[in-house]
């Protein structure tokens, strides 16, 4: 049910509008960053079209039931008209659409759509690309289609234009914590310390919140410890695979700079590392810290577009860690 999801409002609101208004577009495309729900939400908006209980004639909330034979099965993933098609090893192959379109353009056996989830789009080679193409152009009546892309840019044109376009966002810590509280009963601390880990990417907090043992305050980023210029690639290296660690590393440069302006602890991110803080701020002025903060800012931007991830962060830690 979509009430399960955590976040992503206004995308359920669309979602729940095109079912009522039975508005069903053949193409979707969810794009946003890596484990930030889509798939999970894709799953909700399959269930909500194939629910035998929860259709916009028996349910005005236009959303599935969770409890009837259709609901249950795509749970399961053993639901004859819902597939979630992914790529296999590093590309999504030609083979993989050929099959789609040999299946999809059966009628459905149980449901009133044939749903096809592709995740990953952004990695279909080209000969697959092309081949897909032409289910979009002329699509069967009773499918629908949902791509999954964390890169957007990297789609051929053709494919872009010819979906819905849902975009996908970080949710805002505050909504992200208050959500972990009430829904999943996580306490206080560990909904902050997941807030923060998961940099509002709802997939990588579930993952948290499934630990018992959460520290996100006992490490302090090695970047702010003057590491050798040797150091950048590994440094680069591990922010890379944890993108999230730069928000962490904000987090201190904030605290960082409080410290240095005098601010009472209480606002402080990490008030039980107010010693290392302070430790650590004395080795810089504040316009460093400042500007530390504003390279920080600028390379998130750049990871948001189609750039080589490794080649920016290790420009980033070589402007930080240069005197």
């Given at each position: 049910?979509?009430?399960?999801?955590?976040?992503?409002?206004?995308?359920?609101?669309?979602?729940?509008?095109?079912?009522?208004?039975?508005?069903?577009?053949?193409?979707?495309?969810f794009a946003g960053p890596p484990n930030i729900?889509?798939?999970?939400?894709?799953?909700?908006?399959?269930?909500?079209?194939?629910?035998?209980?929860?259709?916009?004639?028996?349910?005005?909330?236009?959303?599935?039931?969770?409890?009837?034979?259709?609901?249950?099965?795509?749970?399961?993933?053993?639901?004859?008209?819902?597939?979630?098609?992914?790529?296999?090893?590093?590309?999504?192959?030609?083979?993989?659409?050929?099959?789609?379109?040999?299946?999809?353009?059966?009628?459905?056996?149980?449901?009133?759509?044939?749903?096809?989830?592709?995740?990953?789009?952004?990695?279909?080679?080209?000969?697959?690309?092309?081949?897909?193409?032409?289910?979009?152009?002329?699509?069967?009546?009773?499918?629908?289609?949902?791509?999954?892309?964390?890169?957007?840019?990297?789609?051929?044109?053709?494919?872009?234009?010819?979906?819905?376009?849902?975009?996908?966002?970080?949710?805002?810590?505050?909504?992200?914590?208050?959500?972990?509280?009430?829904?999943?009963?996580?306490?206080?601390?560990?909904?902050?310390?997941?807030?923060?880990?998961?940099?509002?990417?709802?997939?990588?907090?579930?993952?948290?919140?499934?630990?018992?043992?959460?520290?996100?305050?006992?490490?302090?980023?090695?970047?702010?410890?003057?590491?050798?210029?040797?150091?950048?690639?590994?440094?680069?290296?591990?922010?890379?695979?944890?993108?999230?660690?730069?928000?962490?590393?904000?987090?201190?440069?904030?605290?960082?700079?409080?410290?240095?302006?005098?601010?009472?602890?209480?606002?402080?991110?990490?008030?039980?590392?107010?010693?290392?803080?302070?430790?650590?701020?004395?080795?810089?002025?504040?316009?460093?810290?400042?500007?530390?903060?504003?390279?920080?800012?600028?390379?998130?931007?750049?990871?948001?577009?189609?750039?080589?991830?490794?080649?920016?962060?290790?420009?980033?830690?070589?402007?930080?860690?240069?005197?």
């Amino acid at each position: 049910m979509f009430n399960q999801v955590i976040g992503h409002q206004k995308n359920i609101e669309l979602l729940q509008n095109i079912l009522r208004t039975n508005k069903i577009a053949a193409a979707y495309l969810f794009a946003g960053p890596p484990n930030i729900g889509k798939e999970f939400v894709a799953i909700n908006f399959a269930k909500a079209l194939n629910c035998l209980e929860g259709s916009v004639r028996h349910f005005p909330y236009a959303d599935a039931c969770d409890k009837c034979l259709s609901c249950r099965k795509i749970d399961d993933g053993n639901h004859p008209d819902v597939r979630i098609i992914r790529p296999e090893g590093a590309w999504m192959k030609i083979d993989q659409i050929r099959l789609l379109q040999r299946q999809i353009s059966r009628r459905p056996l149980e449901g009133r759509y044939k749903v096809y989830i592709l995740t990953d789009v952004e990695r279909m080679n080209l000969p697959a690309a092309n081949s897909f193409l032409k289910t979009l152009e002329e699509p069967p009546g009773a499918s629908v289609l949902i791509l999954l892309t964390s890169n957007y840019n990297a789609l051929l044109p053709t494919i872009r234009s010819r979906c819905q376009l849902i975009r996908f966002f970080p949710i805002p810590k505050t909504v992200l914590q208050n959500q972990l509280i009430e829904k999943l009963k996580v306490t206080e601390t560990k909904a902050k310390q997941i807030t923060l880990l998961s940099g509002g990417r709802v997939g990588k907090a579930l993952e948290l919140a499934k630990e018992e043992y959460i520290d996100a305050e006992s490490t302090i980023p090695d970047i702010l410890n003057r590491p050798q210029i040797i150091e950048i690639f590994k440094i680069a290296e591990e922010l890379n695979n944890q993108p999230e660690t730069l928000d962490i590393l904000l987090t201190w440069l904030r605290d960082m700079l409080l410290v240095k302006q005098g601010c009472n602890i209480e606002f402080l991110t990490y008030p039980d590392k107010f010693n290392e803080l302070t430790q650590l701020a004395s080795g810089y002025s504040r316009i460093q810290i400042q500007d530390f903060m504003k390279t920080i800012m600028e390379t998130k931007n750049l990871l948001q577009r189609n750039i080589n991830s490794t080649l920016a962060l290790e420009v980033m830690v070589l402007k930080m860690i240069s005197p």
